[in-house]
Protein backbone atom coordinates (compact mmCIF):
# COMPACT_ATOMS: atom_id res chain seq x y z
CA UNK A 1 0.00 0.00 0.00
CA UNK A 2 3.12 2.18 0.76
CA UNK A 3 6.40 2.57 -0.54
CA UNK A 4 9.10 5.17 0.49
CA UNK A 5 11.05 7.47 -2.17
CA UNK A 6 14.17 9.90 -2.20
CA UNK A 7 13.10 12.90 -3.70
CA UNK A 8 15.81 16.42 -4.47
CA UNK A 9 14.73 19.07 -2.61
CA UNK A 10 15.31 22.76 -2.18
CA UNK A 11 19.31 23.35 -2.38
CA UNK A 12 19.32 20.19 -4.12
CA UNK A 13 18.94 18.24 -0.55
CA UNK A 14 17.15 14.78 -0.57
CA UNK A 15 14.88 13.73 1.57
CA UNK A 16 12.27 10.46 2.09
CA UNK A 17 8.56 10.67 0.95
CA UNK A 18 6.07 7.56 1.55
CA UNK A 19 3.92 7.19 -1.30
CA UNK A 20 0.32 5.36 -1.78
CA UNK A 21 0.69 2.82 -4.66
CA UNK A 22 -1.70 4.19 -7.09
CA UNK A 23 -1.34 1.98 -10.02
CA UNK A 24 -1.76 -1.95 -10.27
CA UNK A 25 0.44 -4.34 -9.94
CA UNK A 26 1.49 -5.15 -13.21
CA UNK A 27 1.99 -1.14 -14.23
CA UNK A 28 6.12 -1.58 -14.74
CA UNK A 29 5.73 -4.59 -17.24
CA UNK A 30 2.59 -3.00 -19.30
CA UNK A 31 4.73 0.44 -19.85
CA UNK A 32 6.40 -1.20 -23.15
CA UNK A 33 3.06 -2.13 -24.20
CA UNK A 34 1.88 1.79 -23.73
CA UNK A 35 5.62 3.29 -24.89
CA UNK A 36 3.88 4.32 -28.07
CA UNK A 37 1.52 7.11 -26.10
CA UNK A 38 4.53 8.56 -23.74
CA UNK A 39 3.72 12.19 -23.99
CA UNK A 40 7.76 13.53 -22.82
CA UNK A 41 11.11 12.92 -24.17
CA UNK A 42 13.97 12.05 -22.36
CA UNK A 43 13.47 9.81 -19.44
CA UNK A 44 10.08 10.21 -18.03
CA UNK A 45 7.52 8.13 -19.27
CA UNK A 46 3.88 10.15 -18.71
CA UNK A 47 0.52 9.28 -20.58
CA UNK A 48 -2.41 11.03 -20.04
CA UNK A 49 -5.67 8.88 -18.76
CA UNK A 50 -2.98 6.57 -18.10
CA UNK A 51 -4.82 2.94 -17.65
CA UNK A 52 -2.20 1.51 -15.33
CA UNK A 53 -3.67 3.94 -12.57
CA UNK A 54 -6.40 2.28 -10.35
CA UNK A 55 -9.96 4.36 -9.47
CA UNK A 56 -8.55 5.64 -6.23
CA UNK A 57 -5.09 6.08 -7.42
CA UNK A 58 -6.44 8.84 -9.52
CA UNK A 59 -8.20 10.19 -6.13
CA UNK A 60 -5.32 10.57 -4.54
CA UNK A 61 -3.49 11.93 -7.85
CA UNK A 62 -5.73 14.55 -8.21
CA UNK A 63 -5.52 15.51 -4.49
CA UNK A 64 -2.32 15.60 -3.90
CA UNK A 65 -2.71 12.39 -1.41
CA UNK A 66 -0.69 9.88 -2.71
CA UNK A 67 3.23 11.84 -1.93
CA UNK A 68 2.85 12.62 1.70
CA UNK A 69 6.89 13.98 3.13
CA UNK A 70 8.47 11.94 5.28
CA UNK A 71 11.99 12.98 7.45
CA UNK A 72 14.31 14.83 5.64
CA UNK A 73 18.58 13.09 5.13
CA UNK A 74 21.47 14.96 6.05
Known sequence: MFFRQVRIGRDGRAFHILK?????????????????????NGGLFKIARD???T???RF?????????PS????
Open 51 to 53: PRV
Open 20 to 40: FRTMCCDAEERKTELMSRNEV
Open 60 to 68: LRRTSLDEL
Open 55 to 57: RVG
Open 71 to 74: SSTS
